[in-house]
């Protein structure tokens, strides 16, 4: 069974501090995404990656950096955290090709910032 | 750049009836995939089905079928007699064949009442 997991599940960060968000997957996949979810908007690509070591800018990087320092691992840092990053934020991994085209989604963390 | 528009807000049906869901897309590309996800209500995002753009006949998947009419850019979901576990938001997505990033679209929400 595909397996994504987050971590934290729910986090309250100040305006200006650092957040960490963790995604760790057991499917052996070598594309991984981090997506955030707003009222409205649907889904929106923050970054992704190829593979251990890279990162790709999506859709709305601005304010977000990622780290992909492993196969499993994906992490979606925010430096200097603002308001407007308050948000349900996904991870997902996939591969393309054979008979895997779909992405698997995590849990989800719920970040506020105040 | 793709888009991916779902013009109806919410739907409500009741039980054991067929719903149709719609989303019309726009991509340059000759080459893509078409993917409806489902996400419940305690967040969960799951995959329900794929069509292929280069494929004629509509992918159907347990009581989930689709309604591809590529001269109108439009992938329609169809989910024949529904059950109350149905209620969820659905989210339309597309990618390239060429690439990596899925767009979604802002996603319909579908109640189902007995």
């Known amino acids: ?114 | 750049a793709q888009k991916v528009t779902q013009t109806q807000t919410s739907i409500s049906v009741v039980e054991k009836t067929t719903v149709t869901m719609d989303c019309v897309y726009e991509t340059r590309d000759s080459s893509y995939f078409l993917f409806w996800y489902k996400q419940t209500a305690s967040g969960e995002i799951v995959f329900l089905i794929r069509q292929d753009s280069y494929k004629k006949e509509n992918a159907t998947v347990g009581h989930y079928s689709l309604n591809f009419q590529k001269p109108k850019s439009s992938i329609g979901l169809i989910i024949t007699a529904t059950q109350i576990e149905d209620s969820a938001v659905y989210f339309c997505a597309m990618r390239s064949n060429m690439g990596y990033k899925l767009t979604f679209g802002t996603g319909t929400s579908l109640l189902v009442d007995p």
Not at chain 1, 43 to 66: C, F, M, Q, V
């Open chain 1, 1 to 114: 069974e595909a397996a994504v997991t987050q971590s934290p599940r729910n986090k309250v960060a100040v305006t200006g501090g650092k957040v960490t968000l963790s995604c760790n997957q057991t499917n052996n996949h070598n594309n991984m995404y981090w997506y955030r979810q707003d009222t409205g908007h649907g889904l929106r690509l923050i970054h992704y990656s190829y593979g251990a070591g890279s990162t790709e800018k999506g859709d709305i990087p601005d304010g977000y950096k990622a780290s992909r320092p492993s196969q499993e691992n994906f992490s979606l840092i925010l430096e200097l955290a603002t308001p407007s990053q308050t948000s349900v934020y996904f991870c997902a991994s996939g591969d393309w090709g054979g008979s895997s085209y779909e992405q698997y989604f995590g849990p989800g963390t719920r970040l506020t910032v105040l």
